[in-house]
């Protein structure tokens, strides 16, 4: 998606004829037609590439382009999915990965997607790894303290 600005012309409309390519353009003086994916280029850019020192060679670039995309869509909680991420909400399937989530705070809502509440004083664990090796890309994991 792009507004209709002078780099939509010639040659992006060349690469947008390319098979299973559908370009889509925001509506001319409408403001926030583009706003999804302007925020997701400054989420991009904020969280992804301005945290490491960017590769010169186009394959090495389009390599961690491709892994934030990918933490992205299946790692990151996202606030306005009511925690899931893209692609829990896009393929319809449960949050919970290899077990139940906690909630930890005592008058949040609790909803469906929530299947056990942490008891009051119960001790829980948070430990992280990062999406292959790259420290930018936190992927955390909540479990019961034993």
Not at 36 to 54: P, S
Not at 77 to 94: D, K, M, N
Not at 129 to 140: A, D, N, T
Request: charged share 25%; glycine share 10%.
């Amino acid at each position: 998606m792009t507004d209709q600005g002078s780099q939509s012309r010639e040659a992006y409309r060349a690469w947008g004829d390319a098979p299973g390519v559908k370009p889509r353009f925001g509506a001319v003086g409408r403001y926030g037609s583009v706003a999804v994916i302007e925020r997701f280029w400054a989420t991009l850019k904020g969280e992804g590439l301005r945290r490491i020192v960017l590769p010169l060679r186009s394959d090495a670039m389009c390599r961690e382009v491709r892994l934030y995309v990918r933490w992205y869509n299946t790692e990151r909680p996202h606030s306005s999915l009511r925690g899931a991420t893209p692609h829990e909400a896009y393929f319809q399937i449960a949050a919970a990965r290899d077990g139940p989530r906690f909630e930890c705070r005592p008058k949040w809502p609790l909803g469906e997607e929530v299947t056990l509440r942490a008891e009051q004083g119960a001790a829980v664990q948070l430990a992280f790894s990062f999406l292959e090796g790259r420290r930018h890309l936190p992927v955390g994991e909540l479990s019961r303290s034993a």
